[in-house]
Every structure is written in C-alpha cells, then in structure tokens.
C-alpha cells in the first residue's frame, strides 16, 4: 500500500577536521502516496544524505521525518517497512538468485510455498523467471540489478528507496532498465524516492524532480515545469542544456511578456513564474540551444559563429554576441536535414528565438 512522506524542516550538520557543514539544510517535502520523486543534484549536493536519513541508516541533526502522519525520526531502519535498493547490488555471491530474493522473507520468518510463490512473483515482475537457480557471477550487470529491485519487491515495502540503481550499467541498459524500473514502480503503485546525478534519468523517469544544491532545495516540480521554468541559474544550467544570457529587464508590457536588454538589442520572451526579476535589475535570459535559429530577423540578436560541431543528425554552432565583452561562447543546435546550409566560422549571423522559449529569471 503506498505511503505519504513528510519531512519538515530536516538537516544533517557534520563535524571534520573541527569544521562544520551542512550536508542537508532545513529540508522541507511532502510526498504523495504513489509518487515517483526524484532527488537530482550534483555529487555532495545532499541528495543521498537525505534518502538515507528517510531510510533511517543516519539520524537527523534536527527536524522530523512522518510517514502517513507517524514520526518515523529514531525508528530503527529495520522497523520502518522501506525498501531500500544500492548502487552496489550488495547481492550475497555465495546464495542462489532464488535464495537472494528469498533472504528477506525468511529473516521476518517467512518460509514454505507461500513464501515461494512471493520469490517466483517478484522474479517474473522483473524478468528473471529462468535465473533462480543460477547464482550472481552468471548474471550480467543489468541481471543483477533486476535482483537487487526483486530482493526488495518480495517484501512489499511501504516505500521504496533507490540510490544511483543504474550507475554502474551501460548506457544502452540504462535506457531499458529505466523503463523497467518506472512500469513496475506503476504497475505496484508504490512510492518511490530514487536518488540520481543524470538529468534525462530524471526527467523521464520522476512524476516531480527535487533539485539539490549544496544541501537545500533549489526547486521542486514536474520535469517540464523545471525544463520550461528554471527557479535559478543553476537548475536552468543542470536540467538540459541552457544558455543564460546576461542582460536587464527594461520593461514588462500588459501582457506579461518581459523584454530583455542586452547592449543596444530589446528581445522578448516570457517572465520566469518562479523568481521573476524587477524592471531595471540585471537578469539572465535563459534560452534552449535546440530554440535558436539562424537567419531569422523578429527577435534576434546579431551573434559571430566561433565554432561549429557536425554531429551527423544536428549542427552545434558555438557563438558570441557580436562586439560583446562575453567570455563564453553560446550553443546553437540546427537540426541537419537534406539541403542545410552549413555556416563558415566567423560569420555574423541574426540569431532569433520565439518569445515563448525563452525564459527571464533573476541572475
């Protein structure tokens, strides 16, 4: 049955070397029963600190963790009904792929047919039915990994918890596994916190996405609120690819569409609903490489090609704004289709986008 989760006001200071630090800061979340949330975020933003504070294998420095209204914060792991599945399989090599998924139910006293009727179920959920008596060094890396989410389905957790399940499987793997792990996530309606670092994991897998940095939350949505939407520089930047475009907001009209200056050019596009700027104050505009075109005249910006990259389905240009003191160049991706002109470097080019994909946030 699935579970809501609650964490309010959840931090984990640590000591060393006689400093201090925040790991997670004043975490404040509410999951929904049947959820599939994910926690995004760079390595040390918090993310696994969090889950395995939820998990109960560390105990918060201050604020409480409820699950369905209970307070969960000093219950032993073991007696919280989670599931939890590592990045290291942590598969016991000496015991049958039968025995593995077994392990569980027969340390909670469950033994006989009925048992094993929960072991052969939880093996055909992901796949496995012909591996039971094969131990885990036959299997291969994505077989392991369907054993390790077997081991923990058989119990029923009230909530499941995966870290970095994928990291160590090859990209085509990850890609099915991805797949695998959401329909049965669904199928099973149950509440899933799944820790990551990779953004289109992420993005396809998450009802929402949580973004981590440096302990706390940056935003919290659906995976298009956060792509179309970014609160911050960093979530526009770790979610896709994102140019960020210094500037000023000079006005906003009755409408509601802001209008971006950058030197002597006004360009027009939709005001972030997040963290919206103030008229006058410096601001980014965030815009998407795959939105910028070539040629066009409404909205655009005069922009010099410095680079380009054939990528076979796609041209990358890599450009500057024209006689601007910017250090880095911007990414342009023009899809590749019969009868494309390819653009020498070098050449000054207008650079155009629709108003509605881009986006202006406080910089």
Known sequence: MSVSLTLKNISRRYVKDNEEF??????????NPGEFLT?????????TTTLRMIAGFETPTSGQILMDGVDITNVPANERG??????????????????NVAYGLK???????????????????VGLTKAERRYPNQLSGGEQQRVA????LVLRPK????????SNLDAKLRLHMRTEIRRIQKELGITCLYVTHDQKEALTMSDRIMVMNRGHIDQLGT????????ATPFVADFIGQANLIRGRLDHIDGDGWGYFAINDTILKARMGQQNPPAVGEEALLVVRPENLHIGETDNA????????????DRIDYHVMIDNSSQEKPFSMSVPFLPGTEIVDTDTVVNVAFHPQAGVIIKG
């Open 82 to 99: 989670l599931g939890f599945v590592f990045q290291n399989y942590a598969l016991f090599p000496h015991m049958k792929i039968f025995d």
């Open 159 to 166: 909530l499941l918890l995966m870290d970095e399940p994928l």
């Open 301 to 312: 910006i005069r922009m010099r090609i410095v680079n380009r990259l054939f990528e076979g």
């Open 149 to 152: 989410l077997a081991r923990v």
């Open 39 to 47: 926690f995004l975020g760079p390595s040390g933003c918090g993310k």
């Open 223 to 230: 995976p298009m609120k956060l792509y179309e939407d970014p």
């Open 107 to 125: 340390i909670r006293g469950e033994t006989g047919e009925a048992a094993a009727k929960k072991v052969r179920d939880a093996l055909a959920m």
């Open 22 to 31: 925040m790991a997670v800061n004043n975490i404040n979340l509410e999951v």
